[in-house]
């Protein structure tokens, strides 16, 4: 299984996956690190990337995975971290060491800019191990204003989103494919970035910007 959620944009699952079996059975615990290929902005000035950090327990249920999205300015090298005011990645933020985050998953991976560079649309992807309770967010960070927006389609309509891109039939919206387990059909909505949901029948995802390579890079230490 690629994807969780057989999202178009997918999260490293075959290396979590692969890597938990590896250290597991060496070390039983340990960290270890993956950062996403850049995504270049339609100017060419900005490049988005994302370091996945994956905390390996003997236990699969229980390994943690939390990550982080950085916006580097290419010209002076300036980065800017965004991360996603989501349920999981927001309380894995403000956890304290004695926390238990074990058994979450929160990977952040970008998806696409605007035409004009100013924005960037990040796939949130939040869940538990061994569990179907899972689902996207989107994260918007917005370069001028410095930023970031979390939406998602009402929690109301679905028990499981995806995330498609910027909607062409809403400029400026999140596109998502939102249902619920077991439905043969899942309908398309577009979320604002103040949260709010618009059926849209008929609308195709847009993507902008272009991607550095296909590989993601992995890193025993943090990077």
């Not at 949130?124 to 970031?148: A, H, K, P, Q």
């Not at 939406?151 to 989103?161: D, E, I, K, M, N």
């Amino acid at each position: 299984m690629n994807d969780p959620l057989n999202s178009p944009y997918p999260v490293p699952w075959e290396w979590i996956n692969a890597t938990h079996a590896k250290v597991s059975s060496a070390f039983g615990t340990g960290l270890r690190y993956y950062r996403s290929p850049s995504l270049i902005s339609t100017s060419g000035e900005y490049a988005a990337y994302s370091r996945i950090e994956l905390k390996v327990q003997p236990q699969f249920s229980h390994c943690r995975v939390s990550s982080v999205m950085f916006v580097e300015n290419l010209k002076t090298g300036e980065l800017q971290t965004v991360a996603a005011a989501s349920p999981l990645a927001e309380s894995g933020f403000y956890a304290s060491d004695e926390a238990d985050m074990s058994g979450t998953i929160a990977i952040i991976v970008p998806v696409s800019w605007n035409q004009t560079g100013s924005r960037v649309l990040a796939r949130e992807f939040e869940g538990l191990f061994n569990s179907s309770d899972m689902s996207d967010y989107g994260v918007i960070w917005d370069r001028n204003d410095n930023y970031t927006y979390t939406v998602a389609p009402a929690r109301s309509l679905y028990t499981h989103a995806v995330l498609l891109g910027w909607s062409q039939v809403c400029p400026g919206h999140v596109l998502f494919r939102a249902g619920n387990l077991g439905d043969r059909s899942w309908p398309l909505c577009a979320v604002d970035t103040a949260g709010q949901t618009v059926a849209v029948s008929e609308d195709k995802p847009m993507v902008f910007g272009s991607r550095s390579s296909t590989d993601w890079i992995e890193s025993q230490t943090r990077f």
